[in-house]
């Protein structure tokens, strides 16, 4: 699942790092899945980040539907206008 080809809207930067902590036991777990896999730690972590990150996005957008988004551009209009009428 890893991005061999990044997608060229979002293109991967260089020269991003984040440095985490990790427990003894977790930095071992880290090494057996990356070595099982063949790869080198850094890229199944960035897999397994991506793969995080995909599934989040997808279960944040997961409720949104044409008529929630119209009833919420609706309620925001409202209330720029309650404000404008204010002034």
Known sequence: MYRTDPD?????????????????????MLCRAAFKLGIARSAWVRERVYALLCRSYADELSPLTDASIRDNATMLLKELKTKDAGR
């Open 8 to 28: 060229p809207e979002h293109p991967l930067k260089r020269g991003r790092q984040l440095n985490v902590m990790l427990t003894g036991d977790e930095y071992e």
